[in-house]
């Protein structure tokens, strides 16, 4: 069964650090996009940063310089260093990957996402 598991979100003050981390199990093959997406309340789910397998990062305008994503391909991890939060990134965080699964003949692409977890920054 495909899972993936986050950890290390929470309540911050303005300022603060907070370090969210995602770990990818069972039966998959070929790790391609591993990021987070996060969605505030009343608003769309949007990309906060992603990483491809080759090291390529991608991140939202409104992040860039304070979040820092990483990614350990071996483990099929990947992290969130957040740094200097604001307000405005309250919001439930969301771990996304993309790989390949084997249905006993061939590999086709799948994409998953983990079950999201609460962060708060107070002003």
């Known amino acids: 069964q495909v899972q993936l598991v986050e950890s290390g979100g929470g309540l911050v003050q303005a300022g603060g650090s907070l370090r969210l981390s995602c770990a990818a199990s069972?039966?998959?093959?070929?790790?391609?996009?591993m990021g987070w997406y996060r969605q505030a309340p009343g608003k769309q789910r949007e990309l906060v940063a992603t990483?491809?397998?080759?090291?390529?990062?991608n991140y939202a305008d409104s992040v860039k310089g304070r979040f820092t994503i990483s990614r350990d391909n071996a483990q099929n991890t990947v992290s969130l260093q957040m740094n200097s939060l604001k307000p405005e990134d309250t919001a439930v965080y969301y771990c996304?990957?993309?790989?390949?699964?084997?249905?006993?003949?061939?590999?086709?692409?799948?994409?998953?996402w983990g079950q999201g977890t609460q962060v708060t920054v107070s002003s």
């Open positions: 069972g039966s998959i093959f070929n790790v391609k996009t």
């Open positions: 996304h990957a993309e790989f390949d699964l084997y249905s006993g003949s061939y590999y086709y692409p799948e994409d998953f």
């Open positions: 990483e491809t397998s080759d090291g390529s990062t």
